[in-house]
């Protein structure tokens, strides 16, 4: 089917004017052309942009820029047992490069915060590469087995390399599909960081595209723009065990197989594109991992004591009837609480009214109740009139 609209045909792009990809109205709400107001990254990156022409690196700088006026880091998620590591950029990095409108110029951004993270696909991915090469590079039949057994056991099967499961199983009706027992968490960075415009500089687009029989320095360079994460970023990485047919001491093991392939992919093969020209590749640092997990460990052990005791707590008032229950709960509020409720009281449960009342009696709010007498005379009535209505004193 020929193209209705001929004039924005994308392989007419490159000798063009540039073409917003979205309706003028939407441009005008957002400033004009360059989408000024624009405070999404994601969104200036994968949608909100203009094309053609020689407006490449002016869009990449504008997603830059606005990483850095508006992007928010990104929650980590902390599981319960889970195994976490930290690990420090050496190189800059380039995640989803393939992705978004602007021809190899994505970066993986997160859609609420802005912010760059590391897809759990991802990072599985690269941890699987990692441990299919001490595979293929073990030249003992027994440990090459119990490789491929751990693989399993970790990655899921079929593993996602035909001579990998041809090794496991060469019959292919008899293959049986199983999942991974760890979950790889995307990876996300600690604290501030940032984006930069980084360039490839084609020197000889004639010769590769198979115009020229040879490559002479006569050919113009065609610079391509793209964002990329700035070295020195800490990323933070978690694995945990899934799955209910695995003991605790299995899954220990299994966690700790998973993190060595994991850091052997960071440090000596690279995350993300282009690791074969140094991006993408990290430092892992020992010492410090062993200060966080000692710091996680205690704060986990601060956590399960905080649990403790608020079950205990629970456990306690529970033994109270309704009106102790509910006038311990309003002798712990602070201040500004408090006087939102005492102006709801006439709304609240009998129990919560009589609880309230009674405190008022309480030396820690007789003052409260003495200045609410003077300064807030309509609350004092109103709280005289449910004390009434209980037959309560409140002296």
């Given amino acids: 089917m020929p193209n209705p609209n001929p004039e924005i045909d994308v392989r007419r792009l490159g000798m063009m004017d540039p073409k917003i990809t979205v309706l003028p109205e939407v441009a005008e709400l957002l400033g ?80 609420h915060y802005g912010d760059p993270y590391i897809p759990g696909s991802a990072v599985k991915g690269i941890a699987r590469h990692a441990a299919w090469c001490e595979w293929r590079d073990e030249q003992d ?5 119990q490789i491929a057994q751990r693989i399993v056991r970790v990655f899921g099967y079929p593993t996602g390399d035909k001579a990998l499961d041809d090794y496991l199983c ?21 604290g501030r960081v940032a984006l930069a415009v980084d360039i ?20 113009s360079p065609n610079p391509q723009f793209f964002p ?32 060595n392939w994991l850091l052997t992919a960071l440090t000596l093969h690279g995350a993300g594109a282009k690791t074969v020209s140094g991006y993408g590749w990290f430092i892992f640092d020992s010492e410090r991992d062993e200060r966080e997990a000692e710091e996680r460990r205690l704060q986990q052990e601060k956590d399960a004591q905080a649990e403790r005791l608020r079950l205990e707590e629970e456990a306690r008032l529970a033994t109270l009837d309704p009106v102790e229950r509910e006038t311990e709960k309003l002798l712990k509020l602070a201040s500004e609480p408090f006087a939102h409720f005492a102006k709801e009281l006439s709304a609240k449960s009998e129990e ?28 004092a009535d109103s709280i005289r009139a449910v004390a009434e209505e209980l037959g309560e004193t409140l002296t």
């Fill in 32 to 111: 004009g052309e360059s989408f000024p107001r624009c405070e999404s990254p994601s969104l200036r990156l994968e949608k909100i942009v203009r094309v053609g022409g020689d407006s490449k690196k002016d869009e990449v700088s504008a997603v830059v820029a606005c990483h850095q006026k508006n992007a928010k880091r990104i929650p980590p998620v902390v599981p319960k047992d889970a195994v976490m590591f930290s690990a420090k950029l050496g190189a800059r990095l380039i995640i989803n490069q393939a992705g978004g409108v602007l021809e190899n110029a994505g970066l993986c951004l997160h859609r």
């Fill in 141 to 145: 039949d027994g440990k090459k087995q």
């Fill in 170 to 190: 060469p019959d292919k009706d008899k293959r049986v599909a199983t999942a991974g027992n760890v979950c790889f968490f995307a990876a996300v960075p600690e």
């Fill in 200 to 219: 490839v500089n084609c020197h000889h687009s004639e010769y590769y595209g198979g115009k020229r029989p040879q490559a002479f320095d006569d050919e």
């Fill in 228 to 259: 990329v994460i700035e070295e020195g970023a800490i990323f933070s990485f978690c694995l945990k065990a899934v799955g209910s047919n695995t003991s605790q001491e299995t899954s220990e093991t299994l966690l700790m197989q998973a993190k």
């Fill in 352 to 379: 919560e009214r009589r609880a309230f009342v009674r405190v008022m009696r309480h030396p820690e709010k007789k003052k409260w109740w003495k200045m609410k007498q003077k300064k807030d005379v309509a609350l």
